[in-house]
């Protein structure tokens, strides 16, 4: 069974820019969660995405954005990056449907670095 | 304060102790608890989950939750080299039961 894919693994940018990373769920799995972690913070929960909708939100600034596909694919961009943007960018996938969380499975990340 | 808490470390045990790692979390009612494992330049990995209070066992970990005292535990038996890692604590708010909430890690080192 093929894990969480996320693409690209490293991308460099420019402040300014923007950037769109990519994540394939497990097959079957229908929510798909993006996290950004940086040895300052930890891991900070972004967004939570479920059967094409924002489920869930975390404390981020409306440039970072997402979005989820009928095949439960998910993008995450960010807009007007800024230096305090680099960090790993973490995808996560989980078979839960109702109320109850069963775990993630975690992508293998992209390292994201704004210069 | 922060929702779920951890003692960032480093943990030092040596190879064979019991390594004891602690967490506490501020939301009275969630109701999902995890374990995960990060290697260094990994990505984390899931090695408990815990849904009642008291013991879960698998293999040599074992989770400990305690819901009136708002408390998570994670004991691993016969700690090996490989156990070395940061072991990150993680909950479900009662508000939104399918977000994961992380703690912010404790880095345990098993020494020969």
């Known amino acids: 069974k093929a894990g969480v894919t996320q693409t690209p693994r490293y991308l460099i940018k420019t402040r300014g820019q923007q950037v769109t990373l990519s994540c394939s769920p497990i097959?079957?799995?229908?929510?798909v969660s993006w996290y950004q972690q940086t040895p300052g913070q930890g891991l900070q929960f972004l967004f939570e995405?479920?059967?094409?909708?924002?489920?869930n939100k975390g404390n981020f600034p409306g440039r970072f954005s997402g979005r989820q596909f009928s095949n439960s694919r998910s993008e995450m961009n960010v807009s007007t990056l800024e230096l305090g943007d680099s960090a790993l960018y973490l995808c996560?996938?989980?078979?839960?449907?109702?109320?109850?969380?069963?775990?993630?499975?975690f992508g293998s990340g992209t390292r994201l670095t704004v210069v | 304060q922060k929702e779920v808490e951890q003692n960032s470390g480093p943990l030092s045990v040596p190879e064979g102790a019991i390594a004891s790692l602690n967490c506490t979390y501020s939301?009275?009612?969630?109701?999902?608890f995890f374990w995960y494992r990060q290697y260094s330049g990994k990505s984390p990995e899931l090695i408990m989950s815990?849904?009642?209070?008291g013991d879960k066992e698998d293999g040599r970990f074992t989770a400990q939750l305690n819901k009136a005292s708002q408390y998570v535990s994670l004991l691993i038996r016969d700690s090996q080299p490989s156990d070395s890692a940061t072991y990150l604590c993680?909950?479900?708010?009662?508000?939104?039961?399918?977000?994961?909430?992380f703690g912010s890690g404790t880095r345990l080192s098993i020494r020969p």
């Open positions: 996560a996938s989980s078979a839960q449907t109702g109320g109850s969380s069963y775990g993630y499975t």
């Open positions: 097959s079957g799995h229908r929510s």
């Open positions: 995405y479920f059967s094409e909708t924002q489920r």
């Open positions: 939301d009275r009612g969630s109701q999902s």
């Open positions: 815990i849904y009642s209070n």
């Open positions: 993680a909950g479900s708010p009662y508000s939104s039961a399918s977000k994961i909430i």
